[in-house]
């Protein structure tokens, strides 16, 4: 067994292969300049040329990634150019490939370690994102009538799902907020109409992904055919920074991300359509996909009128 802590992945070839971290590895597709004990190569056309690297000091370890299609330790995505202390076990994942760290001195450390290890800091700064929330329906009314294990599994498999849609399109979930899934793209990863689409497109998908859950969830579970889901898409400015030491505490605060989840609210209630969107993201869509305007409305908590629209 290697000394120090170590990654160890199944490469292209299906052979397994280790490499020890001293005091940092990079990985990418290129890694140009780097020294070979010193790099992990992935010939994958989701790796970044320099997409990540893990930097040891003292007792720890920590991951930062510098990528532009996005890293997920822990079936987590990163938020870009955030890092992340890692631990025994985790798993960093970069397109097809799953790197498994081992550090068995970390994993016997002090107490305070498992803190640790979700720890993600992040230098307070200002990006344009487009967000997507997706709100559930008469969740409140299928929580009085069922047991909490009922009420966690119906949630859990379709979080799960719409989960799983974001991550197939380069999103990063931020929250799960009761009933709703909030997620964003960050426009410094990609060209923002690319983003922007990206984020309409998983919503396109979530809706028809839940109208086969909704035929499954509805033979399980009585009641579960009253559930609906509104999604609500904004874009705008933000602030990305930290509360805490929890990868939980990282925190997105804008106006838009509030956008959001009002539109969530009115859509398929007080608005015709599934998925509404504000116009700046109409304005970074319209060419891609089909966008209907649904006019100026009021909105609860907010001054003034906002110009909506809807996509098919």
């Not at 209907?292 to 629209?309: A, Q």
Request: hydrophobic letters at 40%.
């Amino acid at each position: 067994m290697m000394n120090n802590p170590y990654l160890e992945w199944i490469d292209e070839n299906r052979q397994v292969n280790r490499i020890e971290i001293v005091d940092r590895i990079f990985i990418g597709r290129t890694c140009q300049g780097i020294e070979v004990h010193k790099r992990i190569l992935l010939q994958s056309p989701s790796a970044s040329r320099d997409h990540a690297v893990i930097d040891r000091t003292a007792a720890h370890l920590r991951i930062t990634d510098t990528s532009k299609n996005g890293t997920w330790v822990n079936s987590v995505r990163m938020a870009a150019g955030s890092e992340l202390a890692l631990a025994d076990g985790d798993v960093i994942r970069i397109g097809e490939f799953h790197l498994r760290v081992s550090y068995p001195q970390h994993a016997s450390a002090d107490s305070d370690d498992g803190l640790q290890t979700a720890m993600t800091l992040v230098t307070p700064s200002e990006m344009t994102v487009t967000n997507l929330v997706a709100d559930v329906r008469k969740f409140s009314e299928f929580s009085q009538k069922h047991a909490s294990s009922e009420v966690f599994d119906l949630m859990k498999e379709i979080f799960a799902n719409f989960s799983a849609i974001i991550n197939d399109f380069k999103g990063t979930v931020k929250d799960y907020a009761g009933d709703a899934v909030y997620a964003f793209w960050g426009h410094r990863d990609a060209a923002p109409e690319n983003q922007a689409v990206r984020a309409c497109q998983a919503a396109l998908q979530q809706m028809e992904r839940f109208d086969h859950l909704w035929a499954e969830l509805s033979g399980k579970y009585s009641g579960a055919d009253d559930l609906k889901v509104g999604w609500g898409i904004s874009t705008g400015p933000v602030t990305m920074s930290h509360y805490g030491s929890r990868l939980a505490d990282m925190a997105l605060v804008g106006d838009c991300i509030n956008v959001a989840f009002r539109l969530s609210d009115v859509a398929n209630k007080v608005l015709p359509a599934h998925i509404v969107i504000c116009s700046q993201t109409a304005a970074l869509v319209r060419n891609d996909l089909t966008v209907k305007d649904l006019g100026e409305i009021s909105i609860r908590g907010r001054k003034g009128m906002e110009h909506v629209f809807a996509i098919r």
